[in-house]
């Protein structure tokens, strides 16, 4: 910043002055290049396993085990997290872009048919509290700690208590500049296939 300058007022210009309306779209386009693992948070509300599909899922500390999802207070998943008071965040596989899309329906049916769960033996000794949908690639079992309203949505806090991997390790779905992608490492065997050599992949570093 030159000396004197008013920091108020240079932000906004080396921004690009996305400020007022213009920052919304501006903001939402800057995360759509963020590529993020999709996740299916899952609840149980009393009977009901439902779930909804969020990529607003981040590590928050190790000291305790905690993560945070961002949840839109609308949702009907925010209001099932609120009563049951625990929640799981799994991470949905490569092949199941479809559950991503049946999820993410807004209005749309999120209850999970109890012969959708998984029943691998592993997670025998988990409660019913932490539903985990067939498939996934891994999921942790929150217990829910605080939330946090900031605008639109809500920040929930989850202590882990229990924490699933699937042995076969299928590659989890990511989101990229609004739709489904492979991973990196499967982008390079798509290219590949597409004419790219491997000495090609392997000048780009990977
Ligand atoms: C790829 C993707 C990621 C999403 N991530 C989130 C998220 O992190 N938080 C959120 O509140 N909604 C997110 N949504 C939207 C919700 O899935 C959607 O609004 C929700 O399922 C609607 O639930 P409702 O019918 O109970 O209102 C995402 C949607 C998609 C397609």
Redesign the pocket.
């Known amino acids: 910043m030159p000396p004197g300058a008013d920091r108020a007022a240079v932000i906004p210009e080396r921004v690009g002055a996305v400020t007022g309306a213009a920052a919304r779209p501006a903001t939402r386009d800057f995360f759509s290049r963020c590529a993020a693992t999709?996740n299916l948070i899952t609840v149980r509300d009393g009977n009901v396993a439902s779930g909804?599909?969020?990529?607003?899922?981040c590590s928050l500390s190790l000291d305790p085990p905690s993560a945070l999802?961002?949840?839109?207070r609308?949702?009907?998943?925010r209001a099932a997290i609120a009563a049951a008071e625990s929640f799981v965040i799994s991470v949905l596989s490569q092949d199941q872009e479809e559950v991503?899309n049946l999820?993410?329906?807004?209005?749309?049916n999120?209850t999970i048919p109890e012969t959708l769960l998984s029943d691998d033996p592993v997670l025998d000794g988990i409660g019913p509290e932490f539903p985990v949908l067939d498939g996934v690639a891994g999921a942790l079992m929150c217990r829910l700690q605080c939330a946090v309203d900031f605008g639109s949505?809500s920040i929930m806090i989850g202590l882990v208590e229990a924490v699933y991997k699937n042995e076969a390790d299928p590659q989890p779905l990511v989101?990229h500049d609004r739709r489904y992608v492979s991973t990196v490492a499967n982008l390079g065997i798509a290219w590949l296939q597409d004419g790219l050599d491997a000495s090609s992949i392997s000048a780009l570093g990977w």
């Open positions: 999709v909804m599909t969020a990529t607003s899922v999802i961002c949840v839109n609308e949702a009907r998943t991503a999820f993410s329906r807004p209005g749309g999120k949505h989101y």
